[in-house]
């Protein structure tokens, strides 16, 4: 939790969160992936000042525990003075003990926030879903959390100005906004709408555009005639240059190529012939891809 001090910003972890992506199509399949069509609502989850403490956090965890399906599961939430936002303990359940930094006695708005990550933990918990090292598994929980409907909330919590600062979760801004967009995408959801801060705004339209780029890369159709360009150059000498997504590799014993590039929209790698325009379609996700190979 950044609170007044330096906010991280751009992508600096952007390859573990389309890591993060992938798994959870993966894990969870096109089918459950559909079930989170629709965010968290801002009504469910608001929080007033005059609301009591601890019985407006139990309901704000309710609602997410409802979010994410986990009717089973229990939370109880406290408070104590800690480095971190919260802290959830993974046992067995179904009672799971969230600790919530005391910050949030007087920052009531931003609950659900830190809720909606600690939630998400029991969820990967119960999937059996998790990363190696802290970093890469807090990464995929605010990935996850966002990506499942839950984590414009976190976008939201970030508010920076010439004289203060918070933002809340592993990713930066930007990133937040990367996945959310990759989600708006998907569901055809507008998040915007909900942001009270003009912050979340901003980092959620650069997101956008980085995310459009990704449905921009040769050998997709929609790449541009600089990227076409490049492409063809590489085809020719059977390498990509450094920077490119895309790898070639020989087709057998046929004499030919194959190109393998990353899904758009899960960035799960698809392999297809060198034969010029085709439709490929991602075993995954289901999305269907113009192709100029």
């Not at 894990?27 to 601890?54: E, I, K, N």
């Not at 802290?87 to 920052?107: K, Q, S």
């Not at 090292?133 to 959390?145: H, P, S, W, Y």
Request: aromatic share 10%; net charge neutral; proline share 6%.
């Amino acid at each position: 939790m950044a609170n007044d001090g330096p906010v991280e910003h751009g992508y600096p972890h952007l390859e573990t969160v389309r890591d993060s992506i992938t798994a959870l199509w993966k894990r969870l399949s096109y089918d459950t992936v559909q079930t989170f069509a629709t965010s968290v609502a801002p009504a469910d989850v608001a929080f007033c000042d005059t609301d009591d403490l601890y019985l407006g956090a139990q309901r704000v965890a309710r609602e997410l525990v409802r979010h994410y399906r986990l009717p089973d599961a229990r939370l109880i939430v406290g408070f104590r003075e800690m480095t971190h936002a919260a802290n959830v303990e993974l046992a067995a359940g179904p009672e799971y003990f969230v600790e919530l930094n005391d910050r949030f006695r007087t920052h009531r708005r931003d609950i659900g926030a830190a809720l909606a990550h600690e939630v998400m933990h029991v969820y990967l918990h119960r999937l059996g879903l998790s990363f190696p090292g802290l970093r890469e598994n807090e990464i995929l929980t605010d990935t996850a959390t966002t990506y499942l409907g839950a984590g414009w909330l976190l976008l939201d919590a970030y508010r920076e100005d010439s004289a203060s600062s918070q933002k809340l979760g592993y990713l930066t801004p930007e990133e937040f906004g990367y996945v959310l967009a990759k989600r708006a995408l998907v569901f055809g959801e507008d998040p915007s709408v909900w942001f009270t801060s003009p912050q979340a705004y901003t980092a959620y339209v650069k997101g956008m555009a980085r995310a459009r780029e990704d449905e921009q890369q040769p050998p997709l159709t929609a790449a541009g005639w600089a990227g076409r360009r490049r492409y063809a150059r590489d085809r020719r000498a059977h390498a990509p240059h450094p920077d490119a997504r895309y790898a070639f590799t020989p087709d057998g014993g046929a004499g030919g190529l194959r190109v393998s590039f990353p899904c758009p929209t899960c960035h799960q790698r698809i392999r297809v012939p060198v034969k010029g325009r085709m439709r490929a379609r991602c075993a995954v996700c289901r999305t269907v891809l113009e192709c100029d190979t």
